[in-house]
């Protein structure tokens, strides 16, 4: 079962921005698609973004513009680069493989520590 590490998490002023990574325990070539997750306080997990073994991304509706997710195949990591953050996308952050091209679809890796991204001024 691949493994990710989740970093790059911080606090950071409205309007302000940050790149998490996610580091994988395999080759992400082998992985059809990885998302990111987040979680906020009194809320479900929601899909973020994600992104295909071929470079197809899908973006929720309330980060597209903002964020950007890519990939690092040489050094097995995806990263969102998240711009012009908002005090809404204070969340615990997560990423996961899954197989299915829904968004809502099962996860096939096991969920990590995640990283904490705060947005406040």
């Known amino acids: 079962q691949v493994q990710f590490v989740e970093s790059g998490g911080g606090l950071v002023q409205p309007g302000g921005s940050l790149r998490l990574s996610c580091a994988a325990s395999?080759?992400?070539?082998?992985?059809?698609?990885i998302a990111w997750y987040r979680q906020a306080p009194g809320k479900q997990r929601s899909h973020v973004a994600s992104?295909?073994?071929?470079?197809?991304?899908d973006y929720a509706d309330s980060v597209k513009g903002r964020f950007t997710i890519s990939r690092d195949g040489a050094k097995n990591t995806i990263y969102p680069q998240m711009n012009n953050l908002e005090a809404e996308d204070t969340a615990i952050y997560y990423c996961?493989?899954?197989?299915?091209?829904?968004?809502?679809?099962?996860?096939?890796?096991?969920w990590g520590q995640g990283t904490q991204v705060t947005v406040s001024s």
């Open positions: 996961n493989a899954r197989y299915g091209v829904r968004r809502g679809s099962t996860v096939t890796g096991s």
């Open positions: 992104i295909t073994s071929f470079g197809i991304t």
């Open positions: 395999e080759t992400i070539s082998s992985i059809y698609i």
